[in-house]
T-cell receptor, first 115, second 111 residues
Framework: DTEVTQTPKHLVMGMTNKKSLKCEQH?????MYWYKQKAKKPPELMFV???????INESVPSRFSPECPNSSLLNLHLHALQPEDSALYLC??????????????FGDGTRLSIL | KQEVTQIPAALSVPEGENLVLNCSFT??????LQWFRQDPGKGLTSLLL?????REQTSGRLNASLDKSSGRSTLYIAASQPGDSATYLC??????????FGTGTLLAVQP
């Protein structure tokens, strides 16, 4: 069983809907990450939070809005998405971000389909 | 810009065979290299992490090596089993722990 929990596992939404993806970890990690993975492609980094502050935004469109309310929880708020945003969204965490020596632990992802 | 390539893209082997997966990267200024496996429709499972100062890491039947100067890493799987069938991804990490993933190798181990 993964130590990073993502909900929901599947989500279907229309282009005008607002929804949120949720990620939780209870390993005491202080860095959390959102990745997007299209079919048969490697994951691509979207956002990084370090100590609940946004550290990296990889020029992600504003229809994706991340939030880190506390050190265990990471949300991704979705609004006015496009069909090309359909993908597997993966959350990861690591003990720290700085230094680059920390392994990242991934959740099972949320499979998102935009109608 | 860092680019990570994995060869082969797909591999099919009979059960029991030893095999090697390859990963190459263009910028040797990395802090770590991590190997993952991904089962269909699932998240990533971390297999091994090699820090830039290390040459190899071992876990059970898996051994990963790193040659930073030549921009290469290999994942060696001994005595392969059908349960090893998955996509294997390597990823290089920089100072900010941002991971750049390779293109992946789809492994099928035939019983």
């Amino acid at each position: 069983d993964t130590e990073v929990t993502q909900t929901p596992k599947h989500l279907v939404m229309g282009m005008t809907n607002k929804k949120s993806l949720k990620c939780e970890q209870h390993m005491g990690h202080r860095a959390m990450y959102w990745y997007k993975q299209k079919a048969k492609k490697p994951p691509e980094l979207m956002f990084v939070y370090s100590y609940e502050k946004l550290s990296i935004n990889e020029s992600v469109p504003s229809r994706f809005s991340p939030e880190c309310p506390n050190s265990s929880l990471l949300n991704l708020h979705l609004h006015a998405l496009q069909p090309e945003d359909s993908a597997l969204y993966l959350c990861a965490s690591s003990q720290e971000q700085a230094g680059g020596y920390q392994p990242q632990h991934f959740g099972d992802g949320t499979r998102l389909s935009i109608l | 810009k860092q680019e990570v390539t994995q060869i082969p893209a797909a591999l099919s082997v009979p059960e029991g065979e030893n095999l090697v997966l390859n990963c190459s990267f263009t910028d040797s200024a990395i802090y770590n290299l991590q190997w993952f496996r991904q089962d269909p429709g699932k998240g990533l499972t971390s297999l091994l992490l090699i820090q830039s100062s290390q040459r190899e890491q071992t876990s059970g039947r898996l051994n990963a090596s790193l040659d930073k100067s030549s921009g290469r890493s290999t994942l060696y799987i001994a005595a392969s089993q059908p349960g090893d069938s998955a996509t294997y991804l390597c990823a290089v990490g920089g100072a900010t722990n941002k991971l750049i993933f390779g293109t992946g190798t789809l492994l099928a181990v035939q019983p």
